[in-house]
């Protein structure tokens, strides 16, 4: 089995078998998304680690973050207003309703979300993803799509479309990102912070199933 196959094989088992699984049994998975979430990430860090052409400067890779960091909130700013905008005149009585109504919980979102969910999730989905895949889809659009792809469906859990719509979405924003700074920092900065807005928004309640989204 040439290393090709292989590598086919392992995307295959992790990007689409599991999350269809997770989907089919996530009301008894609930629980524990969070522990196979860390153990999937110390697994896919270490072959990283042991991997001698994967340039770990790319965790942060600050130089090239700093290039991409007013490209991130541009969009962040036009975004907010648009999300914002869209999501009072449907569900107004709801807007913003996290912060607000349950303040205490929210400043521990602003804490545990970014190092909990959104690093385990960019270690994966963009670091270990596009360093491990880029010889078996070699075009930079390809990877791109892709990435956005099986990131929206390992938000099948969730069940809902909302869910992995907003997922596929960001999944090419965050995975553009990445294809362009080469940093995983860059990625944890801009998925943080369309996600604690989107929480803090009010479409927290999509992106529920019992664990941090």
């Not at 973050?65 to 999501?87: D, L």
């Not at 919980?105 to 804490?111: G, H, K, R």
Request: hydrophobic share 55%; charged share 15%; proline share 2%.
């Amino acid at each position: 089995m040439t290393h090709s196959s292989k590598l086919y094989i392992e995307f295959t088992i992790l990007f689409i078998i599991a999350p269809i699984i997770s989907f089919i049994l996530r009301d008894y998975l609930a629980y524990f998304f969070l522990p196979f979430l860390f153990l999937l990430t110390l697994f896919c860090v270490r072959l990283l680690l042991n991997d001698a052409t994967f340039k770990r400067k790319r965790f942060i890779n600050l130089k090239k973050h700093k290039k991409q960091r007013q490209r991130i909130y541009q969009v962040f700013f036009f975004g907010a207003i648009f999300t914002s905008c869209f999501y009072a005149s449907l569900n107004h009585d709801s807007w913003f309703a996290l912060p607000i109504n349950a303040t205490e919980q929210w400043l521990w979102l602003l804490v545990l979300y970014p190092l909990v969910s959104v690093l385990p999730q960019e270690l994966i989905f963009r670091t270990y993803f596009f360093h491990r895949y880029q010889t078996i889809f070699k075009h930079k659009s390809m990877v791109i799509w892709i990435n956005a792809a099986v990131f929206s469906l390992a938000h099948l859990i969730y069940a809902n479309w909302i869910a992995v719509t907003l997922a596929f979405l960001g999944g090419l924003l965050f995975a553009y990102t990445y294809a362009k700074s080469k940093s995983t920092l860059a990625c944890v900065v801009e998925h943080s912070i369309w996600g604690i807005w989107m929480f803090s928004m009010g479409l927290g309640q999509y992106l529920d199933a019992g664990i941090i989204a």
